[in-house]
């Protein structure tokens, strides 16, 4: 069984569907295509408004290439300092931007707080030729702890940047997974909080490689397409990228699966606290369910070949700091996880 991303399930079978449909005939080149350019029109509509769309195959990618669009060399990026654009891209986001400096931030479960945020950047001076300058906060939704913002919380922390002119991007590696868990509309966590661009992830959602570049504002958006042809990101046969969205985004279907997956986390936190062996080490909030696992429960989870992460403590609160021989485990529940499986791992854990 494996818990161990939800980049280790396939793609969903409508998305294969779409991909196989998308495969006949030949079809303009470069993100031209037919289907890319309905995927625009079915982001407009799902966000309510004109959007500028950039499709790529990568979350580091489409990540980067946000970052860059809207950051000089010169610049910071204020994130969580385990953000995975901290702390999972090898530096992409420095290198595409041209060096600007990722400055990392504490906070509970990969969440960061308006006044931590205010706090930054009242020690970073404005014009200060001797010193980088703040220009983008990156948020990740949902954070890598699992979590969830609330729209509110995201417009409280644009109100913290606002002062200084910063722009807001959020990494939606788990964007569907935060959308299904608060049941709001994806303008409502976006733009309408003060979102200015949008990391939309669709490949831990249930496609194979598909990640859209969402940016509110055209004024924004003037770099990327260059940019993303810089980065190898603009495909020759963009329908790749353009099918696999459009079947995710047809009827809902990356709803759907973004609901089964986070109840198939919620299904196994749930049996978790019932058994009352081992504590959560965050809530469970969208399709990952963390655990704080003794040596006895690793040593269980690995004679039944149950596989996870074994994740950073590093944004765990004070109080709920590890023992001696614990770790962090990270059970990542997909689109394809099944009920059966994990009521296996919960028997597993209730065991202990
Ligand atoms: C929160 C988050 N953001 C971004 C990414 C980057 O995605 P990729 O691995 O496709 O570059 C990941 C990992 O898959 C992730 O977990
Ligand atoms: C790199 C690893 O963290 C990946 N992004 C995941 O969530 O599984």
Redesign the pocket.
């Known amino acids: 069984m494996n818990f161990v991303s939800d980049?280790l399930a396939g793609a969903s079978a409508p998305v294969m569907q779409a991909m196989a449909a998308a495969n006949d005939g030949f079809a303009a080149g470069y993100g031209n295509d037919a289907w890319t350019k309905r995927v625009e029109g079915l982001f407009a509509e799902l966000f309510e408004r004109e959007v500028a769309v950039f499709l790529v195959t990568?979350?580091?990618?489409a990540?980067s290439l946000a970052l860059a669009s809207l950051v000089h060399p010169w610049g910071a990026v204020l994130c969580h300092h385990e953000a995975?654009i901290a702390a999972?891209?090898c530096g992409a986001p420095e290198f595409f931007t041209g060096g600007a400096k990722i400055v990392g931030l504490p906070g509970d479960g990969c969440k960061l707080a308006p006044d931590v945020v205010a706090d930054q950047l009242a020690r970073m001076r404005a014009g200060a030729v001797h010193q980088v300058q703040p220009q983008l906060l990156s948020i990740?939704q949902a954070t890598?702890c699992g979590l969830v913002y609330r729209p509110e919380e995201i417009a409280a922390l644009k109100q913290a940047i606002a002062p200084r002119g910063l722009k807001l991007h959020m990494?939606g590696?788990?964007f569907a997974n935060a959308v299904a868990a608060l049941g709001c509309s994806p303008a409502e966590i976006t733009w309408k909080a003060g979102v200015d661009v949008l990391s939309f992830g669709g490949?831990?959602n249930g496609a194979f490689a598909a990640?859209a570049v969402i940016v509110f504002d055209s004024a924004d958006a003037g770099q990327m397409p260059w940019r993303r042809k810089r980065a190898g990101h603009t495909l020759s046969k963009g329908r790749l990228i353009g099918a696999q969205f459009e079947g995710l985004l047809a009827d809902g279907h990356w709803l759907d699966l973004a609901r089964h997956a986070n109840a198939m986390a919620a299904r196994l936190a749930s049996a978790v606290e019932a058994a009352g062996k081992l504590r959560l080490a965050w809530a469970c909030e969208a399709n990952e369910v963390f655990l704080v696992l003794p040596q006895q429960a690793q040593a269980a989870l690995a004679a039944q070949g149950i596989q996870y992460i074994a994740w950073s403590d590093a944004a765990l609160p004070e109080h709920g700091r590890l023992q001696q021989g614990e770790v962090v485990g990270r059970f990542v529940c997909s689109f394809a996880t099944q009920a059966e499986e994990v009521d296996r791992l919960a028997a597993v854990l209730a065991t202990l």
Do not use: I, L, S, V
Not at 58 to 61: E, P
């Open positions: 980049n990568t979350g580091t990618a990540n995975h999972d891209e990740t890598e990494d590696a788990r490949t831990k990640e």
